[in-house]
Nanobody, 124 residues
Framework: QVQLVESGGGLVQAGDSLRLSCAAS????????MGWFRQASGKEREFVAA????????YYAGSVKGRFTIYRVNAKNTVYLQMNSLKPEDTAVYFC?????????????????WGQGTQVTVSS
């Protein structure tokens, strides 16, 4: 069993930066692929970024590539999402997810465990 707790969300202005954190419990963190997804009000949840278990491979949605960076510190059981140059369209609840059998995936079905989410609001 893995428990995920996100933090770091908040209200910022367009162009600002935020760093989201996802702290994981459990012994399998270092062998799990990790991902960030987001869900805007009234929309489907969508892929944002993913990282392989070692951190050597990263994957991004086109809408955030070049602005967001996913990275992990396995010694701290934590994965981060550094978000720069935020835009109002980045406003959403951001979810962290862990995949026991995939080392980085775009697909929600690949992920076994999910956090509760953290709200990010970007004002114009």
């Amino acid at each position: 069993q893995v428990q995920l707790v996100e933090s770091g969300g908040g209200l910022v202005q367009a162009g600002d930066s935020l760093r989201l954190s996802c702290a994981a419990s459990g012994r399998t963190f270092s062998s799990s692929g990790m991902g960030w997804f987001r869900q805007a009000s009234g929309k489907e949840r969508e892929f944002v970024a993913a990282i392989s278990s070692s951190g050597g491979n990263t994957y991004y949605a086109g809408s955030v590539k070049g602005r967001f960076t996913i990275y992990r510190v396995n010694a701290k059981n934590t994965v981060y999402l550094q978000m720069n140059s935020l835009k109002p369209e980045d406003t959403a609840v951001y979810f962290c997810a862990a995949a026991s059998h995939y080392s980085g995936s775009y697909y929600q079905s690949s992920y076994d465990y999910w956090g509760q989410g953290t709200q990010v609001t970007v004002s114009s």
